[in-house]
């Protein structure tokens, strides 16, 4: 059989197979992974899905006595339209979601080429809207660009060009035709087109072939693998990341910002990797990496006493206090005490009605007593 024939062309170039082809052979993995955060944490919006998030009676959102922002289904879509004194003053379109939901989603209307940022995400904890965050407490604001950056994390690839604004200004243009969401076997994989040719004309051969093999990784390219999106956004990329593969060193692609430029405008969330190597388990082990508690083919979330039980793999005799033995069974949850949930301090949301803002705690990945 040829390939090349029942392979459909990938934008990322000649090296690529695409997730399709890969269902043939891993089928198991194929199925159970569409569902998985990686895999849906960017998604173009299906109105019925879209529609099925939310509850219909708490969808207007108030700034103040004069302005709103009512999410609203109309003939051709699902908006988001801005009102003052009761009258519309813009209305914008959902068009893609960010965010698989286990915490929130974030919300992009295209104009042109260009991406931009909803005024109200959907936040899991609250089941509720609320203002996006980084965004003016006090009015609807439509002008916050999405950039291709946020799709080097939550996305597979998409085509970027510059284009010069003025003599001092350079803006980002994004060809939506070439967006391949969520994170797909590839972007963690590396290309794959040799594997898939070479599996399919030897199908005898049980061992894997031209793809790397996470087992045989040092441990700094397994926490580069992970740590391409998992070390924040105050990295400055100099070069896109989308053609980072495994064993590739993220030196090559990222320098640390010092200027604080990139995370001023951005979000800065996801820093597990940076945090778990200020750890003492991290220290002081030579072996630990993300896959000692997460299999990325595999989900415990939530089941705090399985991931308990990869602590006991290291931790098998431990000096407690009385103080702290007498607080009950700590073999079910190690996790609560030593990682305990820490609110992000650059992101937060407000909610309608409250001039508090609401906290959006994350595990800290920094093991330790506290
Ligand atoms: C024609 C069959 C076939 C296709 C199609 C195929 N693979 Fe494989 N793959 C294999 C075989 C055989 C192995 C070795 C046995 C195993 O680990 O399942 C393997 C193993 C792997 C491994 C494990 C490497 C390791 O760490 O040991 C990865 C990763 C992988 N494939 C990725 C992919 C991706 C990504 C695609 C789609 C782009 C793909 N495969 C498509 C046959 C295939
Ligand atoms: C291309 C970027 C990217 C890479 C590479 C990546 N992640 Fe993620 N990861 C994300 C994003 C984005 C999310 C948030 C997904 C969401 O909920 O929308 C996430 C979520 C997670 C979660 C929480 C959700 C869950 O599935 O339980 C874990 C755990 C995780 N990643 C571990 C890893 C590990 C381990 C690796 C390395 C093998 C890795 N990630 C590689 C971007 C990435
Ligand atoms: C977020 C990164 C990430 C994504 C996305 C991803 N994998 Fe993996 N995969 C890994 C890592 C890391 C391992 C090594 C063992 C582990 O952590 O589970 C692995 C292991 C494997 C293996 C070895 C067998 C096994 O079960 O451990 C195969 C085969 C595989 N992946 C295929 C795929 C296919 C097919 C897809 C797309 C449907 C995919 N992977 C998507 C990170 C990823
Ligand atoms: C450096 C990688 C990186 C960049 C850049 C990035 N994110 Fe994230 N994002 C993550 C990771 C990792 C998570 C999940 C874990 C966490 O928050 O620590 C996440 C979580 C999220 C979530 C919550 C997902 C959920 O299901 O709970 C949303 C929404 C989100 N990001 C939107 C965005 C948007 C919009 C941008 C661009 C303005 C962006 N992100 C840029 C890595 C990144
Ligand atoms: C890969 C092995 C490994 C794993 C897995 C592991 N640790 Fe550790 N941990 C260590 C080592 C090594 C030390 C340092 C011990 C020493 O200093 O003697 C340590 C130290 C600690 C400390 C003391 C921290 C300090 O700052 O003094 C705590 C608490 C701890 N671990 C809790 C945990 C918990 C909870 C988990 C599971 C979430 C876990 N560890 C998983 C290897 C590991
Ligand atoms: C010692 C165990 C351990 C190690 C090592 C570890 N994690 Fe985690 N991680 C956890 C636990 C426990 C949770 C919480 C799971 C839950 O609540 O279901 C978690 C949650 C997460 C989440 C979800 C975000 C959140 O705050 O809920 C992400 C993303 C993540 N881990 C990524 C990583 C990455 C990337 C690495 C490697 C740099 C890593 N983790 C290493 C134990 C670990
Ligand atoms: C109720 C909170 C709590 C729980 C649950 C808990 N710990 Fe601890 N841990 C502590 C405190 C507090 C200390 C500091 C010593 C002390 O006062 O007991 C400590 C100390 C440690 C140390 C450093 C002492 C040493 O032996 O090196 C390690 C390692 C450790 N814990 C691992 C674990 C593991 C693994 C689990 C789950 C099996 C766990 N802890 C469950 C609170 C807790």
Known sequence: MNTDDVLPKDQRGEDYAGAKACMKCHQDLSTSYA?????STSRPVVNAELLAVFDRDSNTFHYDGQRKVIVEQRKNGIFQTAYLDGKQVRSEQFDIIFGSGEKAYTYGYWKGKKLYELPLSYFSAIQNWA??????????YYERGITSRCFECHGSYVEKKLTQNSAFSQEEEMETGSIIYGIDCERCHGPAKAHVVFHTE???EKSAKFIAVFK???????MDACGVCHSGNTLMSQQSVF???PGDDLDDFYVQDFRGFGGAELDVHGNQSTMLQSSACYVKSSAMTCQSCHQTH??????LSAYSQKCMGCHQSIAHSKNTLSKGMLTANCIDCHMPKVASKLISFKQAGRDQVSPYPLRSHRIAIY
């Open 131 to 140: 203002i996006s965050p980084g965004f003016p407490g006090n009015n609807y």
């Open 216 to 222: 045989s990784l040092s441990r700094k390219q397994k």
């Open 243 to 245: 053609s980072f593969k």
């Open 202 to 204: 030897n199908p005898d």
């Open 35 to 39: 569902h998985s955060a990686h895999g």
């Open 298 to 303: 595999e989900n415990i979330k939530g089941n």
